[in-house]
Protein backbone atom coordinates (compact mmCIF):
# COMPACT_ATOMS: atom_id res chain seq x y z
CA UNK A 1 0.00 0.00 0.00
CA UNK A 2 1.18 3.46 -1.21
CA UNK A 3 0.69 5.36 1.90
CA UNK A 4 1.53 8.87 0.05
CA UNK A 5 -0.58 7.79 -2.19
CA UNK A 6 -3.99 7.20 0.29
CA UNK A 7 -2.98 10.39 1.64
CA UNK A 8 -3.55 12.31 -1.26
CA UNK A 9 -6.84 10.96 -1.87
CA UNK A 10 -7.70 11.17 1.83
CA UNK A 11 -7.11 15.36 1.75
CA UNK A 12 -8.66 15.23 -1.77
CA UNK A 13 -11.65 14.83 0.08
CA UNK A 14 -11.18 16.41 2.64
CA UNK A 15 -10.75 19.60 0.55
CA UNK A 16 -14.49 19.01 -1.01
CA UNK A 17 -15.30 19.50 2.99
CA UNK A 18 -13.21 22.79 3.61
CA UNK A 19 -14.68 24.08 -0.17
CA UNK A 20 -18.37 23.10 0.49
CA UNK A 21 -18.10 24.37 4.07
CA UNK A 22 -16.20 27.99 3.05
CA UNK A 23 -18.97 28.62 -0.26
CA UNK A 24 -21.71 26.83 1.91
CA UNK A 25 -22.32 24.63 -1.65
CA UNK A 26 -23.51 21.76 -0.90
CA UNK A 27 -23.39 19.91 -3.82
CA UNK A 28 -19.25 19.96 -3.24
CA UNK A 29 -19.95 19.59 0.55
CA UNK A 30 -21.59 16.44 -0.72
CA UNK A 31 -18.53 15.20 -2.98
CA UNK A 32 -16.59 14.46 0.76
CA UNK A 33 -19.44 12.39 2.40
CA UNK A 34 -20.69 8.89 1.67
CA UNK A 35 -24.26 8.38 1.38
CA UNK A 36 -24.80 7.12 4.90
CA UNK A 37 -22.32 9.57 6.89
CA UNK A 38 -23.50 10.57 10.32
CA UNK A 39 -22.23 13.13 12.84
CA UNK A 40 -21.92 14.24 16.24
CA UNK A 41 -20.34 16.95 17.96
CA UNK A 42 -21.34 19.84 20.07
CA UNK A 43 -22.11 23.55 19.63
CA UNK A 44 -21.67 25.07 22.31
CA UNK A 45 -23.34 23.19 25.50
CA UNK A 46 -25.46 21.86 22.64
CA UNK A 47 -25.11 17.72 21.61
CA UNK A 48 -25.67 17.72 17.89
CA UNK A 49 -26.37 14.10 16.59
CA UNK A 50 -27.50 13.18 13.08
CA UNK A 51 -27.49 11.93 9.54
CA UNK A 52 -25.08 13.86 7.26
CA UNK A 53 -28.02 15.35 5.90
CA UNK A 54 -28.55 17.66 8.82
CA UNK A 55 -25.53 19.09 8.18
CA UNK A 56 -26.46 19.72 4.47
CA UNK A 57 -29.55 21.61 5.81
CA UNK A 58 -27.30 23.55 8.05
CA UNK A 59 -25.42 24.51 5.53
CA UNK A 60 -27.94 25.48 3.17
CA UNK A 61 -29.81 27.42 5.44
CA UNK A 62 -27.01 30.19 6.48
CA UNK A 63 -24.76 32.07 3.98
CA UNK A 64 -21.07 31.54 3.10
CA UNK A 65 -18.78 32.52 6.03
CA UNK A 66 -16.75 35.52 6.27
CA UNK A 67 -14.14 33.89 7.41
CA UNK A 68 -13.04 30.55 7.45
CA UNK A 69 -9.95 28.39 7.44
CA UNK A 70 -9.10 24.68 7.61
CA UNK A 71 -6.31 22.99 8.49
CA UNK A 72 -5.58 19.15 8.42
CA UNK A 73 -3.54 18.43 11.81
CA UNK A 74 -3.35 14.64 10.97
CA UNK A 75 -4.08 11.83 9.24
CA UNK A 76 -3.74 8.18 10.05
CA UNK A 77 -4.07 5.10 7.36
CA UNK A 78 -4.65 1.73 8.09
CA UNK A 79 -5.62 -0.31 5.05
CA UNK A 80 -8.87 0.89 3.90
CA UNK A 81 -10.01 3.36 6.53
CA UNK A 82 -8.76 5.94 7.80
CA UNK A 83 -8.96 9.05 10.50
CA UNK A 84 -8.44 12.58 10.06
CA UNK A 85 -7.77 15.15 12.92
CA UNK A 86 -8.96 19.22 11.49
CA UNK A 87 -8.78 22.51 13.02
CA UNK A 88 -11.64 24.28 11.59
CA UNK A 89 -12.00 28.62 11.93
CA UNK A 90 -15.61 30.58 11.44
CA UNK A 91 -17.25 32.84 13.09
CA UNK A 92 -19.04 30.27 15.29
CA UNK A 93 -15.53 29.78 17.26
CA UNK A 94 -12.30 26.88 16.56
CA UNK A 95 -13.55 23.44 16.82
CA UNK A 96 -11.77 20.29 16.12
CA UNK A 97 -12.77 17.57 13.31
CA UNK A 98 -12.50 13.88 13.72
CA UNK A 99 -13.53 12.41 10.74
CA UNK A 100 -13.30 9.01 9.93
CA UNK A 101 -13.23 7.52 6.34
CA UNK A 102 -12.93 4.99 4.26
CA UNK A 103 -11.89 3.56 1.03
CA UNK A 104 -14.60 2.23 -1.28
CA UNK A 105 -14.05 1.48 -4.72
CA UNK A 106 -10.86 3.26 -5.25
CA UNK A 107 -12.94 6.53 -3.59
CA UNK A 108 -12.16 7.86 0.11
CA UNK A 109 -15.27 9.30 1.76
CA UNK A 110 -15.60 10.53 5.08
CA UNK A 111 -18.15 8.36 7.11
CA UNK A 112 -18.52 10.08 10.54
CA UNK A 113 -17.63 13.62 11.83
CA UNK A 114 -17.02 14.10 15.11
CA UNK A 115 -16.06 17.31 16.97
CA UNK A 116 -15.82 19.68 19.79
CA UNK A 117 -14.71 23.00 20.57
CA UNK A 118 -10.52 23.56 20.85
CA UNK A 119 -9.79 23.62 24.32
CA UNK A 120 -7.98 27.17 25.34
CA UNK A 121 -4.70 27.20 25.97
CA UNK A 122 -4.24 28.13 30.02
Not at 7 to 31: F, Q
Not at 51 to 68: Q, R
Amino acid sequence: MDLSNEETGIREVLGYYADGMRTADVDVLKKAFHPTAILSGYLGDELIAAPIEGLYEWVSADPAPAAYDCSVLSIQVTGRVAVATVRETDPHGVVIDYFHLLKENDTWSIVSKLWDTEPEED
